[in-house]
T-cell receptor
Framework: DSGVTQTPKHLITATGQRVTLRCSPRSGDLSVYWYQQSLDQGLQFLIQYYNGEERAKGNILERFSAQQFPDLHSELNLSSLELGDSALYFC?????????????FGPGTRLTVT | GESVGLHLPTLSVQEGDNSIINCAYSNSASDYFIWYKQESGKGPQFIIDIRSNMDKRQGQRVTVLLNKTVKHLSLQIAATQPGDSAVYFCAEIHDYKLSFGAGTTVTVRA
């Protein structure tokens, strides 16, 4: 158990819909990262927040957005969903801002878009 | 031990042998590298890391080697065990962003 929690574990929704994935980092960790893992693209970094502020952006689509709240939990919002958005979405946390440290991954949310 | 010179998507290892997993990274400016292990149905798990000012780092049964000249990273697992069966990813960090390699699926034969 990494100490990072993600909800829900599974999510099935239809194309065009919007969903919100939630992540609670390890106690004391200020950085939260979001990743997408699909069969054809592998693990892709989406976005990082540090202490409530966006720190780095990766391959995140404009239809996706994220935020980190004052209690440090984070939400990833996926809108206008397409079949290709079906993937595992992982959240990770670390104590530092720079990313040069061990990241602890949550168990992931499996999103299926039908 | 089992080893590969280039990255291969799969590696089959006899239990008790040493494993070597290779990874080529893309950005010569990357200054931090991590190996992760991902078991089926779970999130990636940190194994070991190395900074770009080092060429070798050892952990418990694992060693990471970094060759910046050819942008190559390897993970050596000593005395491979059944619990080592998983997908292994190398990752590089540049400009705050973590980029993962394609992953190598390691299967340990009894």
């Amino acid at each position: 158990d990494s100490g990072v929690t993600q909800t829900p574990k599974h999510l099935i929704t239809a194309t065009g819909q919007r969903v919100t994935l939630r992540c609670s980092p390890r106690s004391g960790d200020l950085s939260v990262y979001w990743y997408q893992q699909s069969l054809d693209q592998g693990l892709q970094f989406l976005i990082q927040y540090y202490n409530g502020e966006e720190r780095a952006k990766g391959n995140i689509l404009e239809r996706f957005s994220a935020q980190q709240f004052p209690d440090l939990h984070s939400e990833l919002n996926l809108s206008s969903l397409e079949l290709g958005d079906s993937a595992l979405y992982f959240c990770a946390s670390s104590p530092q801002a720079l990313g040069r440290s061990e990241q602890y991954f949550g168990p992931g949310t499996r999103l299926t878009v039908t | 031990g089992e080893s590969v010179g280039l990255h291969l998507p799969t590696l089959s290892v006899q239990e008790g042998d040493n494993s070597i997993i290779n990874c080529a990274y893309s950005n010569s400016a990357s200054d931090y590298f991590i190996w992760y292990k991902q078991e089926s149905g779970k999130g990636p798990q940190f194994i070991i890391d190395i900074r770009s000012n080092m060429d070798k780092r050892q952990g418990q049964r694992v060693t990471v080697l970094l060759n910046k000249t050819v942008k190559h990273l390897s993970l050596q697992i000593a005395a491979t065990q059944p619990g080592d069966s998983a997908v292994y990813f190398c990752a590089e960090i540049h400009d705050y962003k973590l980029s993962f390699g394609a992953g190598t699926t390691v299967t340990v034969r009894a």
